[in-house]
């Protein structure tokens, strides 16, 4: 089993950027797929970005797209995710996820992820 720990949120007006980390216990990580997903008030929890395995592949949100990046780091055992010229509608609380599994299917979906974080806040104020 795996624990993650974002950090990295705040209250920031739009147009600025803020960088979130998750960082996982044990000594795979490797082995797992990684994504971030946000959830606003009354709404459920949408796929944000993802990343497989090596790095090698990385998947958006159309709404992000441009604005934010994935990446990870095998050897800290931290994915991150650089969100640039941030709006007010990017207002939620980010989760990451691991995908414990050797083949993603679908990274969007939250199906396919075992195992998640707390949450981190990401305010946006216009």
């Known amino acids: 089993q795996v624990q993650l720990v974002e950090s990295g949120g705040g209250l920031v007006r739009a147009g600025d950027s803020l960088s979130l980390s998750c960082t996982a216990s044990g000594h795979r990580f490797s082995n797992y797929a990684m994504g971030w997903f946000r959830q606003a008030p009354g709404k459920d929890r949408l796929f944000v970005a993802a990343?497989?395995?090596?790095?090698?592949?990385?998947y958006y949100t159309d709404s992000v797209k441009g604005r934010f990046t994935i990446s990870r780091d095998n050897v800290k055992n931290t994915v991150y995710l650089q969100m640039n010229g941030l709006k007010p509608e990017d207002t939620a609380v980010y989760y990451c996820a691991a995908a414990d599994r050797a083949t993603m299917p679908e990274y969007s979906s939250r199906a396919l992820y075992d195992y998640w974080g707390q949450g981190t806040q990401v305010t946006v104020s216009s």
């Open positions: 990343i497989s395995w090596r790095g090698l592949n990385t």
